[in-house]
């Protein structure tokens, strides 16, 4: 049974909180705090499987607590539950950059926590963070397909382990890069896209990425990283203003442009079509498929019917197995290459052991290396 610590300054909150915790037998609220100082004298002394946090709190304050631990180097599995999850896109991805793992929308009124979405959603990101499971139990509404036999070939490069460094302020604009990284063979660029699918840790995992990769990258970069409508784009605007290439939120009928990233809306699934020779960005509506809206395997099968040469799928931190069925499905259509994120450098090891398992990953690397490999495969202008 895995250990929670509930931090909300509403004692009918707490109540509620607990009563959906415990209601799954795999978890039980062992401590509950009033605000950040209570909490901090805890995980002082004590240490939880996961950590369930408000933000709006007397004394101290989620994102405060977030910075002591920090400050301290007292870790936690933080998992923000806030009304202000939903007011503001800034405090979320405030408190993800300080180290809380996920977060999920708490409804203003206790009795509305109660409500199936709210509760299969707290406990289902509980579930990820604590490792006691790894996979959606949400299942797909979207008809089965023809069941996919992964070929499980060996993994061709595999990097040691670096430290994940935390994320930084705005960087200088670092001179254009003119060639690869160490000297390394390139492959012929010809015309390619790299696909990029993320989810828990994932904000943080992409500050990681997107800001290191250079102006002059030869391809376009799309990411779908699962969040709700209305904090991709804030996102983007906060990954924009740290990188030299250009990110956006994207828009439906964008083109596609080489050294620029454009990230999923949430709440829509992103596909990208040819049209009229062009390769455009297109929403569609059908319903959550792994659980999840937007759904990486609708962008990678959305890919399959595309005049690329080569498709550089990248998979990153995030609970469950988005990614894996749709690169599957690519595969079968393009020539692929497939970078996965090293396990001891994700927040939750899900979506990158998925692809792994299926014998589809051609390299693991550290969060640290990813953005230098995918400029190796895709190479510059």
Do not use: W
């Amino acid at each position: 049974m895995k250990n929670i610590l509930l931090v909300d300054d509403s004692a009918l909150m707490r109540r509620v909180l607990c009563d959906i915790i415990e209601s799954d037998k795999r978890f039980q609220v062992q401590d509950r705090a009033v605000n950040g100082l209570d909490a901090l004298a805890l995980l002082s002394r004590k240490t939880y499987d996961a950590v369930v946090l408000d933000v709006n709190m007397p004394q101290m304050n989620g994102l405060e607590l977030l910075k002591e631990l920090q400050k301290r180097r007292i870790s936690a599995k933080v998992i923000m539950a806030s009304t202000d999850t939903a007011d503001g896109a800034k405090v979320t991805l405030d408190a993800l950059e300080l180290g809380a793992l996920d977060f999920i929308h708490k409804p203003t009124s206790a009795l509305d926590c109660r409500n199936g979405t709210f509760s299969q959603g707290l406990l289902r990101i509980l579930a990820a963070v604590t490792d006691v499971d790894t996979r959606s139990p949400i299942t797909s509404s979207i008809p089965a397909r023809t069941p996919v036999t992964p070929k499980m070939g060996a993994v061709r490069s595999i990097v040691g382990r670096t430290d994940t460094a935390p994320a930084a302020e705005k960087p200088e604009k670092k001179a254009p890069v003119s060639a690869p990284p160490s000297g390394k063979a390139v492959y012929n660029p010809g015309s390619q896209v790299v696909a990029l699918a993320s989810s828990t840790g994932g904000p943080k995992a992409l500050q990681a990425v997107i800001p290191k990769l250079p102006a002059n990258l030869k391809v376009p970069v799309v990411v779908v990283q699962h969040m709700p409508a209305g904090f991709t784009a804030s996102l983007a605007e906060r990954l924009n203003s740290l990188s030299e290439v250009s990110v956006k939120e994207a828009a439906e009928g964008d083109v596609l442009m080489p050294g620029s990233v454009y990230i999923a809306m949430g709440g829509k699934h992103l596909n990208v079509l040819n049209m009229a020779g062009k390769y455009t960005i297109h929403y569609s509506d059908e319903p959550a498929r792994e659980g999840v809206k937007p759904c990486a395997n609708y962008m990678y099968e959305s890919l399959m019917d595309s005049k690329f040469d080569r498709v550089v799928c990248v998979v990153m931190t995030g609970m469950g197995a988005d990614g894996t069925e749709g690169i599957q499905h690519l595969k079968e259509k393009k020539k692929i290459h497939v970078i996965v994120q090293e396990a001891s450098t994700c927040a939750v090891y899900g979506m990158p052991k998925s692809a792994v398992n299926a014998g589809l990953a051609d390299q693991i690397v550290p969060l640290e290396q990813i953005a230098q490999e995918i400029t190796t495969n895709v190479g510059v202008k």
